[in-house]
């Protein structure tokens, strides 16, 4: 069976971010003291018994997977293999709690504590009382057990009213006491309303200075901004991408009870054109899938069917039961795991429809718009217009100018049927066709000449040549380590590092751009009825990105199985004969 995480992914980023005590939320005497324990950082498992519907939004969120996701780690392994000055730098954002528990970078993932794996949890943003840091990822989070107040964006009346009538609603707001554990005050925090509390983790600078997360520099040159938007109006509406009125409903529900049922409700999926990759069984995060071990779901196959009624039977009906793996030998065992994948695999296609819902109301395509009557025996010209509608970032955005893919991929179909024409075709891995792609290179198939490609591009100068694409702002030179050249002039006045740079190809906020194309004469010999058709795809990772890191080909088929295709469209043209 294959196994989505290898040992090589063993090799985590970690190191101690001691934990700050913040004199407003702060209840113990000696803060530094609970720094190692788990207990003082609680899981958002514990969360989900009064804020179940957070927990199910948050818990198939990029929030959520920041801990997980295999790419990741794969990432995080190879540029610090790299260049490994850069050591814990990427998981103080990813696994904060991890780096707050003082979990050394070799643990592997199935030995991190659980608050750990979830990455971006609970207390990661209602632990934190810091309006705004410019050090990368360093937050600090106020540690304490379940009780402990927490920050939020309301002034805890409803919560408040609760603590009131414990018995009325049967909770404990200390150790001894008998009800659903809730902490027990909330102190307003606005600033969790307000973009600048993203800026930490979403706007990131590494090595020599060169920025990964590019997010808040968008933003804050954007119309957004200027309007006032805050990133949580779009990130966490009621609708995809879209500022507006937050969901009317309940934070909080303890038993059958609704807390402050007038009140609004935070949409925590966290909205973004990101998805998973990982084994179902471990991600979405599941209550019930604690019940095993990483290690032990990465040896249940789902993609075989194991605990579907099908393959149950079948397995009764065969001589030789297949050799299952010791933990999932009993039957009932494998049902039971079954029905948390068939719950997650339906969060992840919810998901994909949110993505797909992000993605298409934040851009437009238009066209064909062809530059003369198209006849027979002539060059066809046409082009089509790519729209981004999003206010506050481009498109795409995100992390790493390597990684976020969009291309359009356009398709002509003469009157017999056939297409003779194609752009943004992918090869036999699934990349674009250009130089990247391992076909393009063998030789096996032709460049895509007139690729619309909006993927940014890290551009290195190694010892010699210009300068070239790379998928890491690392110069690769004729050292064992590669060699971060330092400037001769500062960073700021240059205005990128010194021999690392980044080609921006995305389309800014309410900005446009044109994808021309010609298809040859020849091509074009026969009069009648055309068609072309044209969509936009777009997808987390390049697979040439993934095999550079040393991906699986689970992880491999994953990202292009949960790909989206937007705008999908096809016109009818007439040609005419010459």
């Not at 939004?57 to 293999?81: C, D, L, R, T």
């Not at 050090?135 to 927490?150: C, L």
């Not at 009538?165 to 006491?177: H, P």
């Not at 008998?178 to 307000?194: C, M, P, S, W, Y």
Request: a negative charge; glycine letters at 8%; charged letters at 25%.
């Amino acid at each position: 069976m294959k196994r989505l995480i290898t040992p090589c992914l063993s090799a985590l980023t970690g190191a101690i971010l001691m934990a700050f005590s913040l004199p407003s939320i702060a209840s113990t005497e000696d803060p530094h003291a609970q720094v190692m324990s788990e207990s003082d950082f609680p899981s958002a498992s514990q969360c989900a018994s009064c804020h179940q519907q957070i927990y199910d939004e948050w818990s198939v969120s990029s929030h959520a997977y920041a801990g997980i996701s295999p790419m990741f780690h794969k990432f995080e392994q190879a540029i610090n293999n790299l260049a490994p000055t850069i050591d814990h730098f990427c998981v103080r954002c990813h696994m904060t709690v991890g780096t707050t528990l003082g979990e050394n970078r070799e643990m592997a993932l199935w030995e991190r504590s659980q608050v750990s794996r979830e990455g971006i949890t609970c207390i990661t943003c209602h632990r934190v009382e810091t309006a705004y840091n410019k050090a990368n990822g360093e937050r600090y989070i106020e540690p304490g057990e379940i009780f402990q107040p927490v920050v939020g964006s309301s002034n805890g009346e409803g919560l408040r009213q609760v603590i009131e009538n414990k018995g009325k609603y049967r909770v404990a707001t200390q150790q001894g006491e008998r009800g659903a554990k809730i902490h027990n005050d909330v102190i307003q925090f606005e600033t969790l309303n307000q973009s600048e509390f993203c800026v930490s983790c979403h706007q990131v600078a590494v090595n020599l200075g060169i920025k990964l997360e590019v997010v808040w520099d968008q933003y804050r040159d954007s119309p957004a901004h200027d309007a006032g938007i805050q990133c949580q109006e779009c990130h966490m509406s009621n609708t995809p991408g879209i500022p507006g009125p937050k969901e009317k409903g309940s934070a909080a529900v303890i038993g059958s009870k609704k807390i402050d049922a007038k009140g609004s409700h935070a949409n925590h999926g966290f909205y973004g054109p990101g998805y998973s990759i990982a084994h179902p069984g471990i991600f979405p995060h599941h209550p019930d899938a604690e019940d095993w071990s990483v290690e032990e779901w990465l040896q249940f196959d789902y993609r075989a069917g194991w605990g579907t009624e099908e393959f149950e039977e079948s397995i009764e009906e065969m001589d030789d039961e297949p050799d299952f793996p010791d933990t999932w030998a009993d039957s009932s065992d494998r049902e039971d795991a079954r029905e948390i994948i068939e719950e997650n695999l339906e969060k992840l296609a919810h998901k994909r429809e949110t993505r797909r819902q992000l993605m298409e109301s934040g851009s437009r395509i238009d066209g064909p718009f062809f530059t003369a009557d198209p006849q027979s025996g002539k060059k066809l010209r046409f082009k089509y217009e790519f729209h981004n509608l999003n206010s506050g970032h481009n498109l795409p955005s995100g992390s790493l100018g390597a990684q976020p893919e969009i291309w359009l991929n356009v398709a002509l179909i003469d009157p017999d049927g056939e297409t003779i024409w194609e752009s943004g075709y992918v090869d036999s891995a699934g990349d674009m066709a250009d130089l990247h792609s391992a076909d393009v290179r063998a030789g096996t198939l032709p460049h895509d000449d007139q690729l619309f490609n909006l993927q940014t591009k890290f551009l290195t100068t190694n010892v010699k040549g210009t300068d070239r694409e790379m998928y890491l702002p690392v110069q690769f030179d004729q050292d064992q380590i590669p060699f971060l050249r330092p400037p001769q002039q500062p960073v700021s006045v240059m205005n990128h590092p010194p021999f690392v740079r980044m080609e921006g190809r995305s389309i800014p906020p309410l900005g446009k751009r044109d994808a021309s194309y010609t298809v040859p004469a020849k091509l074009m010999s026969k009069p009648g009825k055309y068609k072309l058709a044209v969509r936009a795809r777009s997808r987390a990772e390049p697979i040439y990105f993934m095999r550079f890191v040393g991906a699986t080909a689970e992880m491999e088929q994953s990202m292009n199985e949960w790909m989206l295709d937007m705008h999908p469209n096809t016109v009818e043209f007439e040609v005419k004969e010459r």
